[in-house]
């Protein structure tokens, strides 16, 4: 039994790995019976069951222009009848198929008839919105005909590289690009720093961005990946490159595209292209989420840790830490303005090569989300600059509220020493004339002796409480920043649970106690 013959309505969620299997059907084989060694996921647009045709293809309308008499008189047992139904052509219903390696040989096999395809008569009543007449006239390189298929892969895999290498219906060159994600496209990477799709060898060849999302419960990280893909004639080749380690592979646009194709609908692409829109978009998407969570979020929870400082924070402590994870943000948020960047280049090329109202009204629905990224990232940046200015603005003003604290206490202590110096000048005249002092020759020691020790405990005390202070350790650092972070996981939980925004909170501005009575106001109430 070939791979076609037991395919069924498929489930909805798909992993990597194979403890996690996708079934067909209640009573089918799973998913990773087919796709292992490699391969990711692969499907086949096939030819369905036929669908009745609807009254408009049954009983056409009426003419709008008079019948032609002179042909009614010359056929005039031929002439149509307008209330007979017309005979019409079945309409067959198409779904995509899951395949495994076997039905991929195949379809390889069909790819190296060249001779043959060039003998096939198209049909260009069922997608005449897709296929132009440039379409037909094209070589046969070139043509959209053939079996309609796609096959993801990990890029890395022994079996993957076998196949690649052994690939004799694809150009060298594009094996290569397929298994290697460090050769360049073109010679524009150069220049711009990403990759831009380029058409060569009969067909296109691009790479997608996307991340893998990590599990936050496992302190998993996102990994990066790249999809290198080369897409020909009908079929479409994707090879997964991981820039990374990582034991459980999820990347969510690709399952989310694997899902719309096993549910099938109205909703499911109806060609490689739009197969290819799907996969730009499901990308996209998650990497717009996952900038906004992680990175764009960060600058909130910044500004929520300055704004929820103590009334007698060390401010330096706390400059120390934001200033940091403002210089780590600010190097993520420009490295998220360069990927999306690169996505809105790509994006620009797909629309120039791609075919299809439905692939071009995706592609331009992306583009504009990408505008709104770019547009969100500058603003993230302008308050991440603003919080800085602010945070510097109120630690100068702490230190010159400190600068005047001293500068006060320092007048005192100097009026102590004023007299201080008068008590020594008046009794260092005759110390032997002191009163009780007769006959003691060491009177003038012992006096200079208290002096001087009165004077080491002022300096002490003063340089204890206003001089110089010990550097921040490291160890303050540590608990001030899980200080701030549990502050943060409160707030988030609160909103996670959608607790009340204003909370015990009066018309007056006021916050109401456990006896309902106004608590923290700055005003008091005359009866």
Known sequence: MSDTDNQNSGSSKFTKHEHSKLSLSRDGPPVSDLWNDGLICAFEYVRGNPRKPNARQLYPT?????????????????????????????????????IGWSRISEL??????????????????????????????????????????????????????????????????????????????SDRM?????????????????????????????????????????????????????????????????????????????????????VIAHLTCRLSRWDDRLFRKYVFGEADEIELKFVNRRNYEDLNLLSIILNQEIKRLATQVIRVKWSLHAREEIIFELIQHLRGNVTRYILEDIKKSTRVMLEEQ????????????????????????????????????????????????????????????ENTPYAFGLFTGLLFVLGAMLIGIGMLYLGLQNPISEEKVK??????????SMFQHDAEHHAKVREGVTRHGGTLNSSGNLSDADYILIH
Request: proline share 6%; net charge negative; hydrophobic share 40%.
């Open 62 to 98: 009426r003419m709008s222009k008079p019948f032609n008499h002179t042909l009614s008189r010359s056929n005039g047992n031929n002439a149509p009848d307008m209330d007979e139904p017309i005979k019409s052509k079945p309409v067959f219903d198409r779904k995509w198929v899951p």
């Open 108 to 185: 390889v096999q069909k790819v190296q008839a060249d001779n043959s395809w060039t003998e096939q008569q198209m049909d260009l009543s069922e997608e005449e919105d897709d296929y132009t007449v440039a379409d037909v006239a094209a070589p046969y390189w070139e043509r959209p005909v053939g079996p309609t298929w796609w096959c993801h892969v990990v890029a890395g895999h022994p079996s993957v590289e076998t196949w690649l290498g052994n690939a004799q219906w694809l150009h060298p060159a594009i094996r290569t690009a397929l298994r290697d994600e460090s050769r360049l496209i």
């Open 190 to 274: 150069k220049h711009l720093l990403y990759e831009v799709p380029v058409r060569v060898a009969g067909g296109l060849l691009f790479e997608l961005l996307g991340q893998s999302v990590g599990d936050p419960l496992h302190e998993e990280e996102d990994i990066p990946i790249v999809l290198r893909c080369w897409q020909a004639q009908n079929f479409l080749v994707s090879a997964m490159h991981v820039k990374g380690t990582t034991n459980n592979l999820n990347v969510l646009g690709v399952t989310e595209v694997l899902e719309l194709l096993l549910a099938g609908g109205s909703q499911a692409p109806r060609s490689v292209h739009e």
């Open 378 to 437: 500058e603003a993230v940046r302008g308050r991440l600059f603003t919080i800085q200015d602010v945070m510097q603005s109120t630690v100068r003003a702490w230190l010159q509220d400190r600068s005047l604290r001293v500068t006060h206490n320092l007048g005192i202590f100097g009026g102590c020493g004023l007299v201080l110096s008068i008590f020594t000048g008046l009794f260092g005249i005759n110390v032997d004339g002191i009163p009780g002092a």
């Open 479 to 488: 608990v001030r920043k899980l200080e701030l972070q549990q502050l943060v």
